[in-house]
């Protein structure tokens, strides 16, 4: 059996674990004073971790999370390693920023070419009105395509999609059709350069076009026919011999719970048509969220999910952890089961190699 490392971040910090089948052993605890945003590291080289701290900045570890050095200051978001050169590594910031470093993250430079946009469009790259000075719009996920190096999506959170066909010399906006745009995940379909999907706060989006236009597909969601409710995070394309969606979702976003206290009802759901039809496979886990899904490094069908009753974005208090859980599904996420409970709300994982 494998031994697997977990890193595991909430609202006060990260966890690194390491496991074989047994009880998990800790390895450390780091950023106590910090809400996690993002983790990514390098499947071929598993000693090397990046993780995104809000406010704080984007940091790497070199030695399989045991230490941690501040690569690249500011409010860093997100961190995507190139899946078709691994010394590439771009991460985004807030306010809007993108950057690139191609020595495995230790020099940066900013492809600002990404904030060359009209008035118009950059309008759109800010948080709601009651929100604004304790919040900036920021990029939540670099997309590198899998099968083109040069086609790169970027995802705002508060502001849209944005398109380069060219590494990231030139941009174009390609959001029409979504309503709301606070962005979250995005995949191609398998094998297409045209064909992707996206979740967002108020629902989950397909194109046939490259984004051109979007358009929405939710049939079977449990708040399909109330957008503001039809909340989508994190999601991931599985092999289940077809190419399999899930996705994690709840009723409305932590803005929509934190004004009407009303229940979060976090949902996974699976399509196998493509998105066009959805059904639930688990409901209402603990009455937790789940937060974020992640690959198991070596087998395509097992899934993790971090899942919790904390919250992110614009209420969260970093003074408390929640309450959460790992979950785990061999079934490319058709049954869950806890691996690791009594946790904190994990918002934002990744598991690799040991």
Same mark, same amino acid.
């Given at each position: 059996?494998e031994?697997?490392?977990?890193?595991?971040?909430?609202?006060?910090?990260?966890e690194?674990?390491?496991?074989?089948?047994?009880?998990p052993?800790?390895?450390?605890?780091?950023?106590e004073?910090?809400?996690l945003?993002d983790?990514?590291?390098?499947r071929t080289?598993?000693e090397?971790v990046?993780?995104?701290?809000?406010?704080?900045?984007?940091?790497?570890?070199?030695?399989?999370?045991?230490?941690?050095?501040?690569?690249?200051d500011?409010?860093?978001?997100?961190?995507?390693?190139d899946?078709?050169?691994?010394r590439?590594v771009y991460?985004?910031s807030?306010p809007?920023?993108?950057?690139?470093?191609e020595?495995?993250g230790?020099s940066?430079?900013?492809?600002?070419?990404?904030?060359?946009?009209?008035?118009?469009v950059?309008?759109?790259?800010?948080?709601?009105p009651?929100?604004?000075g304790?919040?900036?719009?920021?990029v939540?996920?670099v997309?590198?395509?899998?099968?083109?190096?040069?086609?790169?999506?970027?995802?705002l959170?508060? @502001?849209g999609? &944005?398109? =380069?066909?060219d +590494? #990231?010399?030139? $941009?174009?906006?390609?959001?029409? %059709?979504?309503?709301?745009?606070?962005?979250?995940k995005?995949?191609?379909?398998?094998?297409?350069?045209?064909?992707?999907?996206?979740?967002?706060?108020?629902?989950?989006?397909?194109?046939?076009?490259?984004?051109a236009?979007?358009?929405?597909?939710?049939?079977?969601?449990?708040?399909?026919?109330?957008?503001?409710?039809?909340?989508?995070?994190?999601?991931?394309f599985?092999?289940?011999?077809h190419?399999?969606?899930?996705?994690?979702?709840?009723?409305?976003s932590?803005?929509?719970?934190?004004f009407?206290h009303?229940?979060?009802? @976090?949902?996974? &759901?699976? =399509?196998?048509? +493509? #998105?066009?039809? $959805?059904?639930?496979?688990?409901? %209402?886990?603990?009455?937790?969220?789940?937060?974020?899904?992640?690959?198991?490094?070596?087998d395509?069908?097992t899934?993790f999910?971090g899942?919790?009753?904390?919250e992110?974005?614009?209420?969260i208090?970093?003074?408390?952890?929640?309450d959460?859980a790992?979950?785990?599904s061999?079934d490319?996420?058709?049954?869950?089961?806890?691996l690791?409970?009594?946790?904190?709300?994990v918002?934002?994982a990744?598991?690799?190699?040991?």
């Amino acid at each position: 059996m494998e031994k697997l490392r977990y890193f595991l971040g909430h609202n006060r910090g990260l966890e690194v674990l390491e496991a074989n089948g047994a009880s998990p052993r800790p390895v450390g605890t780091f950023f106590e004073s910090g809400t996690l945003e993002d983790l990514t590291g390098s499947r071929t080289k598993p000693e090397i971790v990046f993780a995104a701290v809000m406010h704080d900045g984007g940091y790497r570890s070199r030695d399989a999370g045991k230490t941690w050095a501040k690569v690249l200051d500011g409010d860093v978001r997100c961190f995507t390693i190139d899946p078709h050169d691994e010394r590439v590594v771009y991460a985004g910031s807030g306010p809007v920023r993108l950057f690139r470093s191609e020595d495995g993250g230790t020099s940066w430079e900013p492809l600002d070419g990404m904030l060359d946009f009209s008035p118009e469009v950059k309008k759109k790259w800010a948080v709601p009105p009651p929100y604004r000075g304790r919040e900036e719009a920021h990029v939540r996920q670099v997309f590198v395509h899998p099968d083109d190096s040069q086609l790169l999506f970027v995802l705002l959170e508060h @502001g849209g999609v &944005l398109l =380069s066909s060219d +590494g #990231g010399k030139t $941009w174009d906006d390609r959001s029409t %059709g979504i309503d709301y745009v606070d962005m979250h995940k995005l995949e191609n379909y398998p094998g297409s350069k045209e064909r992707f999907y996206v979740s967002s706060a108020q629902g989950f989006y397909r194109t046939d076009d490259r984004g051109a236009h979007w358009y929405r597909t939710e049939k079977g969601m449990p708040y399909a026919d109330k957008p503001v409710w039809c909340y989508s995070h994190e999601w991931k394309f599985v092999n289940a011999g077809h190419p399999r969606m899930v996705v994690c979702g709840s009723r409305g976003s932590p803005g929509v719970w934190g004004f009407d206290h009303g229940d979060p009802d @976090g949902h996974i &759901l699976v =399509s196998d048509d +493509g #998105g066009a039809n $959805w059904r639930v496979v688990t409901h %209402g886990l603990e009455k937790w969220v789940p937060w974020v899904l992640t690959s198991h490094p070596s087998d395509p069908k097992t899934l993790f999910c971090g899942m919790g009753n904390g919250e992110r974005g614009y209420f969260i208090d970093t003074s408390v952890r929640g309450d959460g859980a790992l979950y785990v599904s061999h079934d490319a996420g058709e049954s869950w089961n806890p691996l690791l409970p009594n946790m904190p709300a994990v918002q934002t994982a990744w598991i690799a190699i040991a």
